[in-house]
């Protein structure tokens, strides 16, 4: 399988800042990985594909402004939320995807609290 | 209709005793099936992969429907260690790629 880790795992800001938050591959080249959000009782839902050296893909109803990502390499991919409101507190997921076997590794998510 | 519904719980169950989830989804033509287990604040991880025959590991046990759009997860002799939410995953409309989550049931296992 492989290794998915996130930095930061915990991050309190003040409203109107921006947060970026990177998600690293260890030890599987990711030409794409993917970030979701959950909030508390919730699903996981998918905000976007982040593809290695293009543009991100985003699902319907996500602010590509306000959610920038950032796929610059193989094993690295950055969320930046941008001037974070209290609404955008959630948990933050990354995830990459194996053809073989066929499954979904995840990071062990950041949890962000705005204030 | 929400593409992937799973009775949310929780499930309280004595240990010992076996559990049955449901979880029903929308797309006929869904092609992977997934039980992922998450954890209070943790990320999810994979169960187990759901098969058109059906498929074990250990204590639990997968099934799909694929004429009434469900899949299923059985888990006997419930250990306290079975304590999570247990979420259903489907792929979705776009790509087998796509995944489209359930919001999850959640078990507690009683001593």
């Known amino acids: 399988g492989a290794v998915v880790s996130q930095h930061p795992s915990r991050v309190i800001c003040k409203s109107g800042t921006s947060v970026k938050i990177e998600c690293r591959s260890l030890?599987?080249?990711?030409?794409?990985m993917f970030w979701y959000r959950q909030f508390p009782k919730q699903s996981l839902m998918l905000m976007a594909t982040s593809n290695e050296g293009s543009k991100a893909t985003y699902e319907q109803g996500v602010e590509k402004d306000k959610f920038l990502i950032n796929h610059a390499s193989l094993t690295l991919s950055t969320l930046t939320v941008t001037s974070a409101h209290p609404e955008d507190s959630s948990f933050y997921i990354c995830?990459?995807?194996?053809?073989?076997?066929?499954?979904?590794?995840f990071g062990p998510g950041t949890r962000l609290t705005v204030l | 209709r929400k593409e992937v519904e799973q009775d949310p719980g929780p499930f309280n169950v004595p240990e010992g005793a076996t559990v049955a989830f449901n979880c029903t989804y929308s797309?006929?033509?869904?092609?992977?099936f997934f039980w992922y287990r998450q954890d209070c604040r943790k990320e999810p991880k994979l169960l187990m992969s759901v098969y058109s025959s059906g498929n074990e590991d250990g204590r639990f046990t997968a099934q799909l429907n694929r004429a009434s759009q469900y899949i299923s997860l059985l888990i006997r002799d419930s250990k306290l260690s079975d304590s999570a939410t247990y979420l259903c995953v489907v792929n979705g409309r776009r790509s087998n790629y796509q995944l489209i989550w359930g919001a999850g049931t959640k078990l507690i296992i009683k001593p």
């Open positions: 995830s990459v995807r194996t053809l073989i076997p066929n499954e979904q590794f």
């Open positions: 797309n006929s033509a869904s092609q992977s």
């Open positions: 030890d599987f080249q990711a030409t794409t």
